[in-house]
Each structure stands twice: as structure tokens, then as C-alpha cells.
């Protein structure tokens, strides 16, 4: 359903674009003289592709911080424009290279940084004053005490 919710909210804006700039001409153009079926064929894989990068990327967010979210969508945004002007042969300046090679080196980074910190031992939580027991002392969240007793002898209730 959200993928549907994205999808639909973001193609009105296109839609009023297309119009905008005329692109609505040239696809009576590229349509009306018939396209081929090798033209339906990467049409549909490419329609098919969309949607799954789409559910990916909604599932994706479950899964991920919101920082390691944006940094994955900004690196695939930079590889499929560094893709194009590779593989493809688009349009390429000195500055779209430099600034492609940076965005994809930064989310290399980002994730090297992340895996080192993901890493490190982290300090055990304390519960809030309030969450803690009326026993005078400190009871972690893993259920650990600071004053851990000898749990070998038998508690006797009085």
C-alpha cells in the first residue's frame, strides 16, 4: 500500500511537469510511429524494475537508520547517473564526474565508518528511576545488577 501511496503521490507532479515542458508531443511521436517489440520489452523490465526498487527501498527503511537510508539512496541516485555517462554515453562535464566519484566514495566511507562503530562495546543502559526496583540498586536493561549477589544460595522469604 505504501508503495502504491509513493508512487501515485509523486507521478502527479511528473505528470505536470511532462505537460509543462511539452513532452506529451514527443511521446505521441515515439508511440504513434509504433514501437517495436524489443521497445515493450525494455519498457516492461523497466516498469518491473521501478516497482521493485521501490518495494526494496519501503522495506529498506524498516531495516536501517534513517542517516544509512539517505546515504544508500543518494549512492544509488549518483551510480545510475555515474552509469549513464559510463555505460550509456551521456552527457558527461569534469564537475558531474568529480561530484559523482565523491558522492559514491563518501557512501563508501559512510559504511566503512558505520561497520567500525557498529563494532565498538557498548556501555550497558541503566533503566530510569523510575523503572528501577525499590531494593537500592541499579538494575540494567540487559537485567544485570551492579551488585550482583551470589545467585548460588536460596532466597527465604521472611
Not at 545488577?145 to 545467585?151: A, C, G, K, R
Request: aromatic share 8%; hydrophobic share 45%; net charge negative.
Amino acid at each position: 500500500m505504501m508503495m502504491l501511496l509513493n508512487n501515485g503521490v509523486g507521478m502527479l507532479p511528473c505528470l505536470l511537469l511532462a505537460l509543462l515542458w511539452g513532452e506529451h508531443r514527443a511521446w505521441a511521436e515515439t508511440f504513434g510511429s509504433g514501437v517495436t517489440l524489443k521497445g515493450k520489452v525494455y519498457l516492461l523490465v523497466s516498469c518491473v524494475n521501478g516497482l521493485f526498487i521501490s518495494y526494496l527501498g519501503i522495506r529498506l527503511q524498516h531495516l536501517v537508520a534513517a542517516t544509512t537510508f539517505m546515504v544508500i539512496t543518494n549512492v544509488n541516485k549518483f551510480a545510475v547517473i555515474l552509469f549513464g555517462i559510463i555505460g550509456l554515453g551521456e552527457s558527461r562535464g569534469t564537475m558531474s564526474l568529480v561530484g559523482c566519484t565523491l558522492a559514491i566514495v563518501g557512501g563508501i566511507y559512510y559504511g566503512e565508518a558505520r561497520k567500525r562503530a557498529d563494532a565498538l562495546p557498548k556501555p550497558p543502559q541503566v533503566l530510569d528511576e523510575a523503572e528501577q526496583p525499590l531494593t537500592g540498586h541499579v538494575r540494567h536493561v540487559d537485567g544485570s545488577d551492579d551488585d550482583e549477589e551470589d545467585d548460588d544460595e536460596p532466597e527465604f522469604a521472611d
